[in-house]
T-cell receptor, first 112, second 115 residues
């Protein structure tokens, strides 16, 4: 029972264009959502988050959108840069002070 | 600050052997956790702790033990390694409040192979 799903294992985008990574969840009790970025041989690093009381959060080139009725969130990267090439994990928390449920990850490749 | 450190970086075990994966943080975080990452599965929570002397199970706790005697350290023990425990293990820490979420900081990982 995968509560957080990233259905696209990989995504390839041209430098300068928009990257859109998608994530779906099933548990309506989740109240906080996060995106983590992971380079090979390193631990995940926090990228951006959104509370369930909001529908958008922006930080520089990164924007996360939350659609609660569809139980869907997305990460937009504009413009995409080759250094953005990494695996992106979507994660959700149910307000239990730290427990995270992760999606399977999407590997983003940004081509020069 | 060193952040979250993990040792060793790589380990090969034979089936049935035991070992301890070490995790330490110098940020005075109350919350610490262990995840395993497997292809196509994302990161899955093994065990977590909200403070010294307090631990609890995550999604996939079987085959693993933890203890938390200090705020800084949170070792993960494999009592009798099995090939199914071949994975990359990540330790993470964060401040902790019961009613809200705090960003977790991850260590660099330990790649474990069980033959």
């Amino acid at each position: 029972d995968q509560q957080v799903k990233q259905n696209s294992p990989s995504l390839s985008v041209q430098e300068g264009r928009i990257s859109i990574l998608n994530c779906d969840y099933t548990n309506s009790m989740f109240d906080y959502f996060l995106w983590y970025k992971k380079y090979p041989a390193e631990g995940p690093t926090f990228l951006i988050s959104i509370s369930s009381i909001k529908d958008k959060n922006e930080d520089g080139r990164f924007t996360v959108f939350l659609n609660k009725s569809a139980k869907h969130l997305s990460l937009h990267i504009v413009p995409s840069q080759p250094g953005d090439s990494a695996v992106y994990f979507c994660a959700a928390s149910g307000g239990q002070g730290g427990k995270l449920i992760f999606g399977q990850g999407t590997e983003l490749s940004v081509k020069p | 600050n060193a952040g979250v450190t993990q040792t060793p970086k790589f380990q090969v075990l034979k089936t049935g052997q035991s070992m301890t994966l070490q995790c330490a943080q110098d940020m005075n975080h109350e919350y610490m956790s262990w995840y395993r990452q497997d292809p196509g599965m994302g990161l899955r929570l093994i065990h977590y702790s909200v403070g010294a002397g307090i631990t609890d199970q995550g999604e996939v706790p079987n085959g693993y033990n933890v203890s938390r005697s200090t705020t800084e350290d949170f070792p993960l023990r494999l009592l009798s390694a099995a090939p199914s425990q071949t994975s990359v293990y990540f330790c993470a820490s964060s401040p902790w409040t019961a009613s809200s979420y705090n960003e977790q900081f991850f260590g660099p990982g330990t790649r474990l192979t069980v033959l």
